[in-house]
């Protein structure tokens, strides 16, 4: 079984810019959440997606976003990049019913 | 607010030498306690879910235990391969399949 795919996994933006960022679940996963890990914030969660809409959210400001689609894929959008959002994103997803979580390999956000 | 700290931030163990990881934890409601393995780049690889005070689980030279307020990790005779971060994390009832997660304890092995 493939397990959680992100793309891209690495990418270098420049201040000011957007940038999306894509997450596979793993087959039959609902539930998607993401998550920011800073080496001074560790992983903070930013928002969970179930059946397309927003189930929870992190204190994070407005400029991140994201969506899901009908076959469980997500993406996250953020806004207006500032150099505190350097880095690295990660996607997780749960079988419905159950609390684990399963890990991607992870985004790496540089931002210059 | 779920809140979780982890200790010691860093541990550097010889090959063999056994010890234990800790996890403090408040939460309302708990519904599970998690630890998972993360090496460096690299997303954090599951490895226990702890649902109840008094649960243990084992997997090769890792032990976890839960009590009320905290959660152990125990490495038996650890390898240089058992050397990365291990992080705790918590879900509450109430918030759906939200991970807060403690700082985390590098953990490096020497031969």
């Known amino acids: 079984k493939a397990g959680v795919t992100q793309t891209p996994r690495y990418l270098i933006k420049t201040r000011g810019q957007q940038v999306t960022l894509s997450c596979s679940p793993i087959s039959g996963h609902r539930s998607v959440s993401w998550y920011q890990q800073t080496p001074g914030q560790g992983l903070q969660f930013l928002f969970e997606y179930f059946s397309e809409t927003q189930r929870n959210k992190g204190n994070f400001p407005g400029r991140f976003s994201g969506r899901q689609f009908s076959n469980s894929r997500s993406e996250m959008n953020v806004s207006t990049l500032e150099l505190g959002d350097s880095a690295l994103y990660l996607c997780a997803s749960s079988p419905n019913g159950t609390p684990e979580a399963f890990f991607g390999q992870g985004t790496r956000l540089t931002v210059v | 607010e779920d809140q979780v700290t982890q200790s010691p931030e860093a541990l550097r163990l010889q090959e063999g030498e056994s010890s234990s990881l800790n996890c403090s934890y408040t939460?309302?409601?708990?519904?599970?306690l998690f630890w998972y393995r993360q090496d460096p780049g690299k997303g954090p690889e599951f490895l226990f879910t702890?649902?109840?005070a008094g649960e243990e689980k084992e997997k090769e030279r890792l032990k976890a235990t839960l009590t009320k307020k905290e959660s152990f990790l125990h490495i038996t005779a650890p390898k240089p391969e058992d050397s990365a971060t291990y992080l705790c994390a918590v879900q509450g009832k109430a918030a759906g399949n939200k991970l807060t997660f403690g700082g985390g304890t590098r953990v490096l092995v020497k031969p």
């Open positions: 939460v309302s409601g708990l519904r599970g």
């Open positions: 702890l649902y109840s």
